[in-house]
C-alpha cells in the first residue's frame, strides 16, 4: 500500500488528480451517455403527457381549457425557479442538483398516475344506464330502473378519492417543472467546463440532438399505450367492451408514466456518484484550462450575494431588452413557441375528430411526422448558416423568408376538413320535439350509433331503438326497430364519422412541410439574439429569451388553445348533473378558429422579423455601430484613417525638407 501511494504520488504529470485506480465517473464522456439518457427521459415525460392529455380529459371530465391549465402547468415552477439557476452556477454540487432533479421528475411522474389507482374503473355514460340486461340504453317507456342505478352510481363517484383527481395532476405537473430546473442548464455548462474545446461542440449537439428526439420518442410512446384499454390492469378481457374505435374509448395513459418513472430513477442514479469537479479532458491542458475556469468563476455575478443578485436582475434584464433587435427576435420566437405550445397540446385530438381517427394513430402522427421534420428544419438552418456564414442581417432575411413561406403552408389547412356530420337533435339545431321523447332518455347517455340513413344519434335509445342483434361474444352488432331512424330502420353501433378520412394524407403532407419551414428559422434567429448582445451578457440574455418563453408562450398559450377548441363545442357531456368533456364540436369552427389561430401566431411572427430588417438597414444607413462590432471593424477603420494622415504628414514635412 506504501508503495502504491508512493508511486501515485510521484506521478510527474501532476495535472490529475491522485486516484487508486481509474473511475468512469471521472470522465465526462461517461457524464455526457448519462444526461443523454437523462434528457431523454425527462423530455420523454412531456412529450407523454401532450400525446395523452386529451384521453385525461375524456377519462376525467375535464375542458380543453382545464386540460390547457394541466399541460401548462409544469411551467409554472420551472419559471419561478429558473432565475436561481444563474445566480448558482458553479457554487454547487452541479451533479448531485441534477440528480435530485431527476428523483423529484420521478416522484412527480407516479403522482401524475396516481389518480388511475385512487379512483374506480372507468364509468362510461352507458354503464350509468345499464340494469344489468340486453335491453340496457334501448328506448324504454319507463325508467325508474335507469334512475335508481343512476343515483347508485353518482353516489360512487362523489368519493374524495375522485374530487382530488386534478389538484393530484396539478401537483404532479407542478413538481415536474421544479425537477426539470437544474438539469439542463448545469448539465451544459459542466459538459463545457470539464470537455476539450475539440469535443465540447460535439457533446452539445449530442444533447441538443436528445432534446429534439425526447418529445417524439415522448408521443410514440403515447401512441403505443394508448392502444390499451385504461383498466386492463382491473378487468378481465371478456369484460372490456369497447374497442379504440369507439368515441368512449379510453387508453392506459398512466401507463407511460410509470414507464418514465422508472427511466428518471434510473438515470438519476449516476449522478450521486459523479464528482463536484472533475479532471479537463485533455491532460496537456489541465493546468491552463483550471487557470481559464477560475478566470471565468471570477464573474461579477457569481460574486454577488443572493439579495444583490435579485436587485441587480431587473436591471440587467431590462438593459438586454433595450437592444430592439434582441427584443424582436424574441417577441417573434414568442408567437412560433406559442403556436408550437398549442399545437403539441391539441393537434392529436384536432386530427381525432376532424378526420375521424384513433387517439393513437392521431399521436402517431405528431410524432412520426411533425416533430421529425421539424428536426430536420433546424438542423439544415444550422447547416445553411454556417456553410454561408450569414451575417445578422442576412439572418433576419432568412427568417422573414421562411416564416413567409409558411405562411402561405400554413394557409392552406383552413380549407382542408369536412363538415359537421349530421346528428339528431344536435346539429344542425332543431326546436322541434325530438321523436325519442317518449322513450324518456337519460340526458347522460352517450353511446353514439348510426343509423341506416346515415343520421348520427347520441345513443340507441335517441334513436327510438328498442330491440338489439347480439353476436356469441355477448357484443352488439345492430340496433332494430329504430323508430327515428329512416329508410331500413336499424342502426349499427359507432360514430358515422365526419367523412374525409381520405383528406388526412394532404393535410399531413402540408402540416409536416410548415413544421419543417417554421423550425428552419430557429438557428438563424438564435445566432441573431448571440450577435446582438454584448458578450458579458450573452448568458443572461439566454435566459432572459427562455423565461419570455415561458411566460408568454408556453403557460398561456394551451390555455388560450383549450378555451378556443371549447367554444366550438355543440353538445356538452354531462354526469350526475355535472358538466363534463365535449362530446361533439362544430368541426368546421373547430377547423377555422384552431388553425386560424396558427395563421395569427404565423403573422404575428413574420411581423417582428420584417420589423428587424427595417431596423437593421436604418442602423446600416446611419452608420451606427452594432454591439459586435464596438471595437471590431470601426475602431480598424479609424486606426487606418489616423495612419494615412500620418503618412501624408511625413510626405509633406520630406518635401518642405
Known sequence: MVANNLNTNSDPAGSRPPALRWSPFNNIKFFVFCHSLLQLAQLLVSGYM?????????????????????AAFNEVGNTVLIVFVSFLGSRVHRPRFIGGGAL???????????????????????????????????????????????????????????QVVYPLLLLGQLLLGIGAVPIQPFGISYIDDYASKKNSPLYLGMLLAVTSIGPAVGFITGSIMLRFYVDFDKLSKD?????HKDLRWVGAWWLGFLVASCLLFLTALPYLFFPRNMPKEDSADDVKSRLDCKQQQTNPLQELSLLQFLKSFPRIALRTLQSPIYLLVVLAQVNLAALL??????????????????????????????IPMAVLGTILGGVLMRRLNISVSGASKLCTVAILLCLFSSTPLLLIGCPTQKVAGVFPHSSSVSCSSVCQCPQEAFNPVCGSDGVEFRSPCHAGCSAAEIDNDAKVTNYTECRCVGGLGFASPGTCGSGCSHLLLPFMALLGITA???????????????????T????????????????????????????????????????????TS??????????????????????????CFLL???????????????????????????????????SKEKEANGIKT
Request: aromatic share 10%.
Open 50 to 70: 401532450k400525446s395523452s392529455i386529451s384521453t385525461i380529459e375524456r377519462r376525467y371530465g375535464l375542458s380543453s381549457q382545464k386540460s390547457g391549465v394541466l
Open 104 to 162: 423529484l421528475a420521478c416522484l412527480a411522474s407516479l403522482l401524475i398516475a396516481m389518480p388511475h389507482f385512487l379512483s374506480g374503473p372507468y364509468d362510461y355514460t352507458d354503464r350509468i344506464s345499464s340494469s344489468g340486461d340486453n335491453s340496457s340504453g334501448l328506448c324504454q317507456s319507463e325508467s325508474t330502473l335507469t334512475t335508481s342505478s343512476s343515483n347508485q352510481s353518482c353516489s360512487q363517484k362523489e368519493s374524495p378519492a375522485q
Open 239 to 243: 369484460q372490456i367492451e369497447l374497442n
Open 341 to 370: 405550445a398549442g399545437l403539441a397540446t391539441f393537434m392529436a385530438k384536432f386530427i381525432e375528430r376532424q378526420f375521424s381517427q384513433t387517439v393513437s394513430f392521431s399521436t402517431m402522427m405528431i410524432g412520426g411526422i411533425c
Open 516 to 534: 419543417f419551414i417554421a423550425a428552419f428559422s430557429q438557428t438563424p434567429s438564435y445566432i441573431m439574439i448571440l450577435r446582438t448582445v454584448p
Open 536 to 579: 458579458e451578457d450573452k448568458s443572461f440574455a439566454v435566459g432572459v429569451q427562455y423565461m419570455l418563453f415561458r411566460v408568454l408562450a408556453f403557460m398561456p398559450g394551451p390555455v388560450l388553445y383549450g378555451s378556443v377548441i371549447d367554444s366550438t363545442c355543440i353538445l356538452w357531456g354531462k354526469k350526475c348533473g355535472k358538466q
Open 582 to 607: 365535449c362530446l361533439y364540436y362544430n368541426l368546421d369552427r373547430f377547423r377555422q378558429r384552431f388553425l386560424g389561430m396558427q395563421v395569427v401566431f404565423v403573422c404575428g411572427g413574420l411581423l
Open 612 to 646: 428587424t430588417i427595417v431596423v437593421l438597414r436604418r442602423r446600416a444607413r446611419s452608420q451606427e455601430p452594432q454591439p459586435e462590432s464596438k471595437g471590431g471593424y470601426e475602431l480598424v477603420n479609424r486606426e487606418k484613417t489616423l495612419e494615412i494622415a500620418l
